[in-house]
T-cell receptor, first 115, second 109 residues
Framework: GAGVSQTPSNKVTEKGKYVELRCDPI?????LYWYRQSLGQGPEFLIYFQGTGAADDSGLPNDRFFAVRPEGSVSTLKIQRTERGDSAVYLC?????????????FGAGSRLTVL | KNEVEQSPQNLTAQEGEFITINCSYSVGISALHWLQQHPGGGIVSLFM?????KKHGRLIATINIQEKHSSLHITASHPRDSAVYICAVEKDSNYQLIWGAGTKLIIKP
């Protein structure tokens, strides 16, 4: 597609439920980043994929969070046993890892509300 | 010490003033990004730099690789420039993005 697409744009769920958030990056972009942003705060790094593999998952807050990118394009962020503190906007960005500097493109985000 | 430091953290100025936001980093990088986020809005990429200077409208971004420093300038600032401006660097070892804490800019009419 023309841009980074994230779905759903809004998700309201109950505490304890399982949630999946999807990111469809720009075609050909090999690098994919997940961030989350709580109200009034800057983006917090979660995980970074280079192709199919997670090059850096040090930002995942705990083992309830997991992300996959099985074919090196679409990525899914999975949150188990959601807690109210998980409420945030989850942002995805992608870039093409070629020689030199790479343009970074962000999706509009998925707003997660855990009641 | 954070690998990416931005200053100032907050900046309030009058419409028309020349604005400078600074970013210093301590790691080897392949690129530096300047990003903008309006209140309640998404993140927009303003510039991507690996050397020199780029200009887009009233925005100018410079980078000094030797000094590991970049600046974002806004000429003839306008209230609509009010936003958080974020500096992020791509580490040259693995392309991981390291973010600065952001600079909250308010331009008063």
């Amino acid at each position: 597609g023309a841009g980074v697409s994230q779905t759903p744009s809004n998700k309201v769920t109950e505490k304890g439920k399982y949630v999946e958030l999807r990111c469809d990056p720009i075609s050909g972009h090999t690098a994919l980043y997940w961030y989350r942003q709580s109200l009034g705060q800057g983006p917090e790094f979660l995980i970074y994929f280079q192709g199919t593999g997670a090059a850096d998952d040090s930002g995942l807050p705990n083992d309830r969070f997991f992300a996959v990118r099985p074919e090196g394009s679409v990525s899914t962020l999975k949150i188990q046993r959601t807690e109210r503190g998980d409420s945030a906007v989850y942002l995805c960005a992608s870039s093409f890892q070629g020689a030199g500097a790479n343009v970074l493109t962000f999706g509009a985000g998925s707003r997660l509300t855990v009641l | 010490k954070n690998e990416v430091e931005q200053s100032p953290q907050n900046l309030t100025a009058q419409e028309g003033e020349f604005i400078t936001i600074n970013c210093s980093y301590s790691v080897g990088i392949s690129a530096l990004h300047w990003l903008q986020q309006h209140p309640g809005g998404g993140i927009v990429s303003l510039f991507m730099l690996s050397s020199g200077k780029k200009k887009h409208g009233r925005l100018i971004a410079t980078i000094n690789i030797q000094e590991k420093h970049s600046s974002l300038h806004i000429t003839a600032s306008h209230p609509r420039d009010s936003a958080v401006y974020i500096c992020a660097v791509e580490k040259d070892s693995n392309y991981q993005l390291i973010w600065g804490a952001g600079t909250k800019l308010i331009i008063k009419p």
